[in-house]
C-alpha cells in the first residue's frame, strides 16, 4: 500500500502544492488504457535493446554506440511501463540496466559515460541525468531498491560541482526544471537543505521561459533564425518551469507561466489537437505544420505536473487532449513504428520531393524505427506510462484528487487505513465514469472530481444523491467513507468548432477531436529482416480534399454520433469506439503542395460538387487524416 500522507514534512520551507502524484504502483490500468500499454510493451518499448544500437551497446552499458541521452530517455518511460504491467521480463531488463549504472558509478559521484571520448559532446554534459535521475526515483518508489537515493545524492554533489564551474548551457539551460523535479522529490527524502541551493541554482542559470513569453516575440513560423528558445520540444518541457520554480519561489506569477505559455501557443502556433506546431521550431498554425512525438510526450509529463501544482481543471483538460488524440496517432497501431512529425491534416507521408518543415527532413513524418532523428525513438516511452501514473493524485488536505478519467485501480492509503477505488468507464469513447471507493474500516477524507471545462454540466450521483454543476472545477466529496461507495459521473458533451487556420474548422466533443480518415496504401521504404520493425511511406488512395456543411452556430445540428464497441485496440481506424457523420462537398482545387496538403482555402468556399455523407473518427485512430477544414457558406 501506498500512503497518501504528505511526506513534505520535512520540506517545511517550500510551499505545498495542491496536489501531488502518488508513487509509481499506486495506479493499475485497467481495460482499454492496460490494452495500450501491453501494445507498447509488444512493440518498439519493450524491445529497442534486443535490436537497436543505441540502447543495446549504449557506451552506458559499456558499449561503444551512444552514451549521451537514448538510455536515460528510454528508461525514463521503460521503468513505468515494466511496473504497471507488472510484467517480469521488462521488470528484469530494468533492473539489469539500473544495476549497470549504479555499479558503473564513478569514484566522483557521476553516474554514466563522462564523455570524454565523445566529440559532439562537452565531458560531464549535465543534460543526461535530467531524465536519468527521473527514471531513478520511479524506479525507487516501485522497488524500494536502496541503493537508489544515496547514488543520486552523490551524482546530485557532483552536478553541483560541475555547474558551479561551468554554469549550464545549451539543452541543460533550457531544461532545468527537470532536473530540479528530482532535486525536489530528493529532498523530500532526505530533508538535505544543499538540494533546494543546488535546485535555486540551477533555475538562475536557465533560460527564463516566463520572461519568454510575458513578452513573446515568436509569432510567426520560425526558420531562419531558431535557436534553443524556439526548439519544440524545450517549449514542451518547458510548460512545467513556472510551477515547478513556484516551489522554491513561492511567486503566485511562476504558477500563472503555464496557462499564459499555451494562451500565446494557442494563439501563434495551436492546433487542433492541443498541441502547438514544431517541425523542429515553432511553425505557425497551418494544420499541414507538424509536431515532434517528443513535445508531445514532455507536454504531457509537464502538465501533469503544472495541473498538481496549480489545481488548475485546463490544465487537465489539456492533458487529456493530447492523451488521447496527439500521442495515439503518432504510431502505427501495432506500436511497431512511429512518426517524429505528425500532421493535423496528414494526407500523404513520403520522403520523396521538397517538405513543408521549417527544418526538419524529408523523412520526418514516415512511420518507422527513427526517422528524421532517434530522440523520439528512446523517449517516446514516457507516453502512456506517466499519463497511467498521474490519473489521480493525492492532496494537501489528505484526500484524494482524479486529475484525469480512464480505466484504472487506485491502492493506497489514508491516515494508514487501506482504499481502493476502481475506475469503471469507456471514457473518452463514453460519457460516463463509474468510481467505487472501498475501505476497509471507516475513514474520513475529501475525493476531488474533475468537472472538465468543456462540459456543459456534470452529474453526480453518490449513492442516489445526484448534484449537477458546471464544468471548469472540482468537485469536493468529503464524507465518511465505508465500506463501499459507487459514484456515477456522467458528463453533457457539446459539439465544438476548433477555429482553425484561414477559417478551417475541426470537430471537437468531449476531450476528442475527430478527423476523416483516408483510405492509405503503405509502402515498405527501409526493411529491417527478421525484425518486423520497417520504415514506411503512406499514400492516399481515395480523395481526401473536401469541405464541411457545418452550421458554425449550432454545430450539433450537423453532426451524428454513433457508439461502437471498445476493444483492445480503440485507437485504430478498425477498432474506433465512435463515429462521427458529417456532410461535405469535394474541393478540386485543394491540392498537395510540399508533399502535403496545401494549407485550408479560406472560408467560405463554394464547390459545385455533389454533397456526401463523410464519416469522422476519433484523430488518434487514423493514419492519413484531415482534421481541419475550409466550410461551405
Known sequence: MISVVCVLALAVDLPTPPMQPLPLGAIEPRGWLRDQLRLQADGLSGHLDEFWPDIKDSAWFGGNAEGWERVPYWLDGLVPLAYLLDDAVLKAKVTKAIDTILERQHGDGWLGPIGDNDPRHKP????????????????????????????????ARKIDEVITREPLYAWARFRAADLVVSLLWLHEKTGEAWLLDLARKAFGQSHDWRAQFEDFRYTERVVEHTNLATHGVNTGMALKYGPVRWRLTGDPGDLGTTRRMLEELDRYHGQATGLFSCDEHLAGRSPSQGSELCTVVEAMYALSLAAAATGDVALADRLERLAYNALPATFTKDMRAHQYDQQVNQVICTREGEHVYATNGGDANLFGLEPNFGCCTANFHQGWPKFVSHLWMRTADGGLAAVAYAPCVVKTTVGEIPVRVEVATGYPFRDEVRVAVTVDRPVRFPLRLRLPGWSRGVEIDVDGDRVVEPGGSYHRLEREWSGTTALTIRFENPVELYEGFQGAVAVRRGPLVYARPIAARWEKVVDRPGLDYDDWEVYPTEPWAYALEIDRGQPAASVEFEERPIGSRPFSPEGAAVVARVKGRRLPNWVIEKSAAAPPPPSPVTSDAPLETLTLIPYGATDLRVTEFPTLP
Open 124 to 155: 560531464y554534459d549535465v543534460w543526461p541525468l535530467f531524465p536519468l535521475f527521473k527514471a531513478l526515483a520511479q524506479y525507487h518508489e516501485a522497488s524500494g531498491d536502496p541503493r537508489v537515493v544515496p547514488a543520486m545524492m552523490r551524482c
